[in-house]
C-alpha cells in the first residue's frame, strides 16, 4: 500500500484546510488510518485516527472540536478537516495505515506510531499569525 497525502499549505490562523491522503492498492476498507504531524524541531505527534469501519474516531486534545477525520472507502481516501487553525499546528502532516482486519481481535492503540505499517510522504501546514 502506498499513501499520497496533499492539500496542505499556508493560511491565516482562524483559517481552514482539508488534507487528504489516497492509498493505492486494495483493501482500504481493511485499514485503520491515522494523521500525524512534526512540527520543527519537535517529535511526530498523533493528531487523529480513524477505525477501517468508520465507525469510531479518536483525536488528541489539542485538536477536538477544531478538526475532524473521516473516510470515504470507495475512493480509497482519508480526509482531515482542520478549522479554526492556530499556529501552533504549523507542522508536516503525514497520514499512516495499518491492516487491521488482520489483526482482529486485537485493536490497535491508535495513538501509537509503532501501530502503523505504511506512511505517507507529508504534506507542509503552515497558519500564520
Known amino acids: 500500500v502506498q499513501l499520497q497525502a496533499f492539500g496542505g499549505g499556508l493560511v491565516q490562523a482562524g483559517g481552514y484546510l482539508r488534507l487528504s491522503c489516497v492509498a493505492s492498492?486494495?483493501?482500504?476498507?481493511?485499514?485503520?488510518m491515522g494523521w500525524f504531524r512534526q512540527a520543527p524541531g519537535k517529535g511526530r505527534e498523533f493528531v487523529a485516527a480513524?477505525?477501517?469501519?468508520?465507525?469510531?474516531?479518536y483525536y488528541t486534545d489539542s485538536v477536538k472540536g477544531r478538526f475532524a477525520i473521516s473516510r470515504d472507502n470507495t475512493k480509497n481516501t482519508l480526509y482531515l478537516q482542520m478549522n479554526s487553525l492556530k499556529p501552533e499546528d504549523t507542522a508536516v502532516y503525514y497520514c499512516?495505515?495499518?491492516?487491521?482486519?488482520?489483526?482482529?481481535?486485537?485493536?490497535?492503540?491508535?495513538?501509537?506510531?509503532?501501530?502503523?505499517?505504511?506512511w505517507g510522504q507529508g504534506t507542509q501546514v503552515t497558519v500564520s499569525s
Open positions: 499512516a495505515g495499518t491492516d487491521a482486519v488482520a489483526r482482529l481481535p486485537r485493536r490497535i492503540s491508535p495513538g501509537q506510531e509503532y501501530e502503523y505499517d505504511y
Open positions: 492498492g486494495r483493501a482500504f476498507n481493511r485499514y485503520d
Open positions: 480513524i477505525v477501517w469501519a468508520g465507525d469510531a474516531t
